[in-house]
Structures are given as structure tokens and as C-alpha cells.
């Protein structure tokens, strides 16, 4: 009811362009490179509500061909003050502790959080009247977790992972340790297996507008290097 909220109070007050940070969460899981045209078909709460949302937000666009509206599908977003899947993924190899799971080549669709404002601010200049688009918010073409890993050793000088935990293994630890307590941890199978699921998210529609990246992948990591006195990501 969130967005029904919103676009209830937008209606009442005469707005006439909402930007709503959507999710890749509606796509679904699989290995498949998804585009904007793709059919969603969201298997977890969280996809299905994004999802819904979306459809509000477009109900409410569409009612007035004045009104505009831009939603973004961001991919995993990461920056200073983030604390999710990044920052987990440099304190890990910090701590000589992260190796990779099940595989190297998984696709992580990803954006600096900068690069994600900036689009988003030059969307907004060039909106008229009418305007209605979706876009992923992903680095074209998305990297790998061996890039990514690569990418963030080499700018923060830390060592490299030595190499890569058998799937089966993994599954088979997260089962036994789940059920002796670490669930509570958020150590479950599903969560592992998710590790090694690729997030195939296609920006190339992002990457055939007029908009240039200020960062990518390096020069963001470098950034938020350095916005933390380059001594962590955090």
C-alpha cells in the first residue's frame, strides 16, 4: 500500500513526475540475461511486491498524459554506507575468509551508487511531458564475481581468494549447520544456493542513452575507497 499511498497523495497535490527505485527482484532467479521487455516472473514476497508497485505507479502515469514517470531496477547497489553484499564481500576477503562459491563466472549485476544518482538526476532533465520508461540499473556488459573480487583486491590491496568451494560442499555444510542453530546466522541452503545463481541483468539499454558512467565499476570502488580515508569500504 505504499505506492498506492504515494500516487494517492501525488493525485491530490498535482504531481507530475515520480522516480521510483524498483528492484531486479521482479525478474526472478535463473541464469538467463534478463532485459526490460523480459516477462517477470518474481518467486520470493519481495520481487512480487515490487512488482505490484510497479503496475501501481504505471496505473498512475497512464490516467494523465502529463504526468511522467521513470522506474528504475537497480542491480546491487554499492557506496558508502551500503553494509550489504559489497561491504560482506570486501570485510570477507580482508579477513582472508571468503573463497568463491560453487564457481568464478557468476553474473553480478551491480551500479555505484553515484553513477545510479547521476542517471537518475539526467533522466529527470530530459523528461516532457508523457515520459514513461523502465530501466535496469546495471554496468554494461555486468561483470562476473571474479571481476568484481579482481577489481576490488587490486584497488584496496588486499590479498586474493585462493580459490573456489565446491557447490555440493557448501549446500551440505549450510544443511548441517542450519540445523544446528545456524539459520539463525542466516546460514540456510537456499542462501547458498542463491550465491551461486548470477544476477544476468542487461544494461544495455541504459548503456545506448546519451548518459556516460562518471565511475564504472573500478572508479566507483576506488571512490568509496576513498570517501573512507582509503583504509576500508564500509
Not at 49 to 60: D, F
Not at 82 to 110: C, M, S, V, W
Not at 122 to 147: D, F, K, S, V, W
Request: glycine share 10%; net charge positive; hydrophobic share 35%.
Amino acid at each position: 500500500s505504499g505506492a498506492e499511498n504515494v500516487c494517492a497523495y501525488a493525485r491530490q497535490v498535482g504531481v507530475k513526475t515520480i522516480v521510483f527505485t524498483s528492484s531486479i527482484a521482479p525478474y526472478g532467479a535463473s541464469e538467463s540475461q534478463k532485459k526490460e521487455d523480459t516477462l517477470c516472473t518474481p518467486n520470493t514476497p519481495y520481487g512480487i511486491s515490487k512488482l505490484v508497485a510497479e503496475k501501481v505507479h504505471l496505473a498512475w502515469q497512464i490516467e494523465d498524459k502529463s504526468r511522467n514517470l521513470l522506474i528504475l531496477r537497480p542491480g546491487v547497489v554499492f557506496g558508502k554506507g551500503e553494509r550489504g553484499n559489497f561491504t560482506r564481500l570486501y570485510q570477507g576477503l580482508q579477513k582472508r575468509r571468503f573463497l568463491y562459491p560453487g564457481r568464478k563466472d557468476t553474473i553480478k549485476g551491480a551500479i555505484y551508487v553515484k553513477d545510479l544518482v547521476a542517471f537518475m538526476l539526467h533522466e529527470l532533465a530530459l523528461m516532457r511531458g508523457g515520459y514513461c520508461e523502465t530501466y535496469n540499473c546495471t554496468y554494461h556488459p555486468a561483470y562476473t564475481i571474479e571481476q568484481i573480487v579482481t577489481t576490488m583486491c587490486s584497488v584496496t590491496n588486499v590479498a586474493k581468494p585462493w580459490g573456489v568451494v565446491p557447490g555440493g560442499l557448501l549446500k551440505c555444510a549450510a544443511l548441517v549447520i542450519g540445523a544446528l542453530g545456524g539459520r539463525s546466522l542466516g546460514i540456510h541452503p537456499d542462501r547458498v544456493k542463491k550465491l551461486m545463481i548470477s544476477t544476468n541483468i542487461s544494461g544495455a539499454k541504459l548503456a545506448s542513452t546519451s548518459f556516460k558512467m562518471h565511475y564504472g565499476l573500478e572508479g566507483g570502488i576506488r571512490d568509496w575507497f576513498a570517501d573512507n580515508g582509503n583504509r576500508c569500504l564500509e
